[in-house]
């Protein structure tokens, strides 16, 4: 929607910063001024944002344990012509915070749903961690029960993907200790309190980092784990031609197959397109 124009019973999933108050974008700012209510997931974590840039607008709890009661009266707002903005604490709405209720009864009742994109914890962690990037893997807070936390890295240990999750500082250390177990000494990067005058980078196996952080008296922080693609696949020595034949004959496309095989071995599907076509020359 062009700058200027009225706005009238849109819902809007703002981006907020994930520390740093300075990472918000120019239509971020506008829109939360010009918005008629902002529904928070905590009033007051907003009201910090909201008072650096002079915002004097409404606002609502919006969060896990009201969600059920406060998306119908949203939605009634929204149907009535008012304008709301969706924040959370940090970071894009909906993206391990509440917002789905909402935003799938806005869909329903069609009320027009914008996303205003912002900073991603995810993808600061990913681009400064020196994993692969090509492909990545988000599965949101692992389980908190020791079990159901091992048998998720299981399903996982056969990704080809990087591996990337939030974790609470109290169990970081114990979620470490079951990555060693299953996933083994695959290079794995810890990132805390990312874009804050305390942000910090740990890289190194799961047991290196575990034993750093074990002999801190406390961990606290937002975290983000992140945990590099098996290397079983970086490691075939397999001709190209050979691997992705033998993609094929699974019944793979040509091109599904050059993509798995880049994928499986870490590298840009043009490059092995490109290699592939040498080979032909």
Do not use: W
């Amino acid at each position: 929607m062009p700058e200027g124009d009225a706005l009238s019973g849109t819902l809007y999933l703002v981006g907020t910063p994930i520390g740093n108050l300075e990472d918000i974008t120019f239509r971020a700012v506008r829109l939360l001024k010009e918005a008629d209510l902002i529904a928070c997931e905590d009033t007051r974590q907003t009201r910090k944002l909201l008072d650096r840039y002079g915002i004097a607008k409404p606002t609502v709890s919006y969060h896990e344990h009201n969600e059920a009661e406060r998306s119908p009266e949203l939605i009634a707002k929204l149907l009535n012509g008012t304008t709301v903005a969706l924040v959370s604490d940090a970071g894009m709405p909906l993206i391990s915070d509440p917002g789905y209720r909402l935003v799938r009864a806005a869909i329903d009742n069609g009320v027009r749903v914008e996303a205003v994109p912002g900073a991603s914890a995810v993808l600061t962690a990913l681009a400064a961690s020196g994993l692969a990037t090509d492909s990545f893997h988000f599965g949101g807070f692992l389980p908190a029960k020791s079990g159901q936390r091992l048998r998720a890295l299981e399903a996982l240990q056969d990704s080809p993907a990087t591996l990337i999750f939030y974790e609470a500082p109290h169990r970081i250390v114990e979620t470490l200790a079951a990555v060693e177990q299953v996933l083994g000494d695959r290079p794995v990067v810890v990132a805390r309190e990312l874009t804050k005058i305390h942000e910090e980078f740990l890289r190194g196996t799961a047991a290196e980092i575990r034993a750093t952080l074990a002999a801190r008296e406390s961990v606290r922080g937002e975290i983000t784990l992140l945990i590099g693609r098996r290397t079983g696949a970086l490691d075939d020595d397999t001709p190209l031609a050979e691997a992705v034949d033998a993609c094929v004959a699974q019944g793979m496309s040509r091109m599904e197959a050059i993509k798995t095989v880049a994928h499986r071995r870490g590298l840009p599907k043009r490059e092995v397109y490109g290699d592939l076509e040498k080979l032909k020359r």
